[in-house]
């Protein structure tokens, strides 16, 4: 089985959508036989994502620092729960457990986890594929910023082609079959 990493919040944003399109996510995982790797927070998005996972029997590792264990409400039901020493640790075990990448709505935590696992496909520390889920629009303006980074040189086009960009969970999972 792959895993998948999903980078989302652990807040539920504004009205339904995203915890709609986290149950999609999830839901749609177990019925390809991906699992997810995650923050491992019960909460938010995140927390959508694990449940809808959990809920048709599939495999989901959380991993959170020990110092957001408790502010952030760790998820206790998990197939694995990994707790870490730093933020740092914790992302290079979701990369470890973790076949594909997947960015959905979310905060800063969802930005920095992005951006690392982006720089370090541009540093060529590995192929592995990294998606961006633009989900009603909400990454618009990062593709945005992200594309007047390489028109005014900071970003070569080659890396911007790093990060797959598709509009919707069918979509992602579409190009998953290629």
């Keep these: 089985m792959k895993n998948i990493c999903v980078f989302c919040g652990s807040a539920k944003g504004n009205g339904e959508t995203y915890l709609n399109l986290a149950r999609e996510i999830g839901e749609k995982m177990v019925d390809l036989n991906y ?41 206790k039901n998990l197939t694995k729960f990994e707790m870490v020493d730093s933020m740092h640790e914790r992302k290079q075990k979701m990369y470890d457990y973790s076949d594909i990448f997947l960015a959905i709505p979310g905060g800063m935590g969802t930005l920095d986890e992005l951006c690392e696992i982006v ?18 629009g909400f990454f618009t303006h990062l593709i945005n910023h992200l594309e007047h980074a390489v028109k005014e040189g900071f970003l070569k086009p080659h890396h911007m082609k790093l990060i797959k960009v598709v509009d919707s969970a069918e979509d992602f999972f579409e190009d998953l079959k290629i």
């Design 35 to 75: 699992g997810l790797v995650y923050g491992g927070a019960s909460i938010g998005v995140m927390g959508q994502i694990a449940d809808s996972v959990l809920e048709k029997n599939g495999s989901v590792i959380g991993v959170m620092p020990k110092s957001l264990v408790n502010w952030e409400v760790e998820h």
């Design 119 to 136: 720089t370090w496909a541009q540093l060529q520390y590995h192929r592995k594929p990294i998606y961006l889920l633009n989900h009603e």
